[in-house]
């Protein structure tokens, strides 16, 4: 059995209130600099063979704070990598509002494609993919993931068979760390959104 524990990344300068995206150069603020340090605290003594990262920058600072007292070199994936905002990418939520295709993507994005980027379903596709390749590599070990809320969302609704449509439902804060394990029968769901202790 392949453990995975999907970490979101720390707090940022605009979150909740940009689309960052993949916009480069969006790093921890202090709050979420502090996050981190608790987050890698919170691993601190577990058995990790591995720690992957998306490549953004605010997810690289994360995974450090993990990786670093483990002695271990952080593996940038890009299947982990956050969603291709295309044109929404560095945009404000506020101005986003009104446009009625940013809309119709957080009710129905199943069935909606981001305008030059892509769609939740492709997401799904290559973060499950990338979990799947990791537990053939990784067979019987326990795998950091740092990523982001919407792919890591992606993750957990896959393993619980949740439509895509309602996953805004499910709760994935800043240096929280959701568990899948992923073994012969298939995967499951350990945990989602934790902030406490992680075994």
Same mark, same amino acid.
């Given at each position: 059995?392949?453990?995975?524990?999907?970490?979101?990344?720390?707090?940022? /300068?605009?979150? $909740?209130?940009?689309?960052?995206?993949?916009?480069? $150069?969006?790093?921890?603020?202090?709050?979420?600099?502090?996050?981190?340090?608790?987050?890698?605290?919170? *691993?601190?003594?577990?058995?990790?063979?591995?720690?992957?990262?998306?490549?953004?920058?605010?997810?690289?600072?994360?995974?450090?704070?993990?990786?670093?007292?483990?002695?271990?070199?952080?593996?940038?994936?890009?299947?982990?990598?956050?969603?291709?905002?295309?044109?929404?990418?560095?945009?404000?939520?506020?101005?986003?509002?009104?446009? /009625?295709?940013?809309?119709? *993507?957080?009710?129905?994005?199943?069935?909606?494609?981001?305008?030059?980027? +892509?769609?939740?379903?492709?997401?799904?596709?290559?973060?499950?993919?990338?979990?799947?390749?990791?537990? +053939?590599?990784? /067979?019987?070990?326990?795998?950091?993931?740092?990523?982001?809320? /919407?792919?890591?969302?992606?993750?957990?609704?896959?393993?619980?068979?949740?439509?895509?449509?309602?996953?805004?439902?499910? +709760?994935?804060?800043?240096?929280?760390?959701?568990?899948?394990?992923?073994?012969?029968?298939?995967?499951?769901?350990? $945990?989602?959104?934790?902030?406490?202790?992680?075994?």
């Amino acid at each position: 059995m392949t453990t995975f524990f999907l970490v979101r990344h720390g707090s940022c /300068d605009g979150l $909740g209130e940009m689309m960052w995206g993949r916009t480069a $150069g969006v790093c921890l603020n202090n709050e979420g600099k502090a996050q981190a340090q608790r987050l890698g605290e919170r *691993f601190n003594g577990l058995e990790l063979a591995a720690v992957y990262s998306s490549p953004l920058e605010r997810a690289l600072e994360t995974a450090a704070a993990i990786a670093r007292p483990a002695g271990i070199e952080i593996k940038q994936h890009q299947a982990f990598n956050e969603i291709d905002f295309g044109e929404w990418s560095g945009k404000s939520l506020a101005g986003l509002a009104g446009d /009625d295709r940013w809309r119709r *993507f957080n009710t129905q994005r199943s069935v909606t494609k981001i305008p030059g980027g +892509e769609s939740f379903l492709d997401v799904q596709a290559r973060v499950v993919s990338g979990l799947e390749q990791l537990s +053939e590599h990784h /067979d019987e070990a326990q795998l950091v993931i740092v990523s982001h809320a /919407d792919v890591i969302k992606a993750a957990v609704g896959y393993v619980t068979a949740t439509p895509i449509d309602l996953l805004q439902r499910i +709760e994935i804060s800043p240096c929280s760390v959701s568990t899948i394990a992923i073994d012969k029968h298939g995967p499951r769901l350990l $945990g989602v959104n934790n902030r406490s202790e992680l075994v």
